[in-house]
């Protein structure tokens, strides 16, 4: 009797030490994740002319949503990390409805959802710095969009498993709003559309969300953009519009993806402002 009343009470203390973390885990990351910010909406005025729609279209390629969010917007997986999490890139077309057109621009800029939580994939660090009328573009083109049935086989929102939880807790996988200055000013420039200065700004709010805010790259991942300054200019280009690697690689993983379905869409001015700025080692100055 005293044999089973111990081996009961080690089977308990076994299974406390096992579930009494993971809850503690658990409640603490879901607490991290139901966090909100208090960023203030804007009046944003949206253009309806075919013009700005167009535009917006052609912005938001090349901002390569539809990377993540998939062709038809209706949802994808970013990554899947074992034993961390599954990123998901929801349904955009499915959102779209419940938001103000003031509710977009936070999310797109700021990061943040309706309810003022945080996004955690979504690189609205890189679209902070957009001009305003770009991103009213964007959300003109995206008030186009019809809801859609979600891609099937894809989750509703991202998925945590226990250690993607713990990498929260300790920071590791920081909230999107929690990585910038929102009172910042972005890298607008109003009148420059051909040197050194428009190239900054078509870098910063394109290149930044897979390079790296500094443009160091992202060890494993990306590399750092001084790599332009070995391609000639118009193997640069080509690279843009192709996605041909011009350094004996034809191809070059998701750059290729990247170039191909969404930088092509860049006009041959703002290219060649890209590779003017680049040109002059921006990683290297930081």
């Known amino acids: 009797m005293v044999k089973k009343t111990l081996i009961k009470r080690i089977v308990i203390g076994i299974v406390l030490s096992i579930i009494l973390p993971l809850a503690i ?42 990377h993540c969010h998939g062709d038809k917007f209706s949802g994808g997986v970013v990554t899947k990390v074992d034993y961390i999490a599954e990123f998901i890139a929801p349904n955009i077309t499915s959102i779209l409805p419940g938001y103000t057109n003031e509710e977009l621009e936070r999310l797109i800029k700021d990061g943040l959802k309706k309810n003022g939580q945080s996004v955690y994939v ?32 894809v989750s509703a929102s991202t998925t945590y498993y226990p250690l993607g939880r713990l990498q929260i807790i300790e920071n590791k996988i920081p909230s999107m709003a929690s990585t910038y200055n929102h009172n910042a000013p972005g890298q607008v420039v109003q009148f420059d559309t051909a040197g050194i200065a428009f ?34 200019k118009d193997k640069f280009l080509h690279l843009l519009n192709t996605g041909e690697g011009g350094l004996g690689r034809k191809t070059l ?33 930081n």
Request: net charge positive; charged share 15%; proline share 6%.
């Open 25 to 66: 885990v658990y409640s603490w990351s879901t607490i991290i994740l139901k966090k909100t910010y208090n960023i203030p909406l804007t009046v944003t005025h949206i253009p309806n002319d075919t013009a700005s729609i167009k535009e917006g279209e052609r912005l938001t390629r090349i901002a390569h949503c539809a």
């Open 122 to 153: 979504m690189p609205s660090i890189m679209y902070h710095g957009m001009r305003e009328e770009s991103i009213a573009k964007i959300i003109a083109y995206l008030r186009t969009i019809q809801p859609i049935p979600s891609t099937p086989g």
């Open 199 to 232: 190239g900054k700004y078509l870098v910063m709010t394109s290149c930044t969300s897979c390079h790296g805010i500094d443009l160091k790259g992202k060890k494993g991942f990306t590399p750092d953009l001084i790599i332009a300054t070995a391609y000639t």
């Open 253 to 285: 993983g998701m750059m290729s993806d990247i170039a191909k379905g969404h930088l092509c869409y860049l006009h041959n001015n703002e290219m060649c402002a890209i590779y003017a700025y680049l040109e002059t080692g921006p990683s290297q100055k």
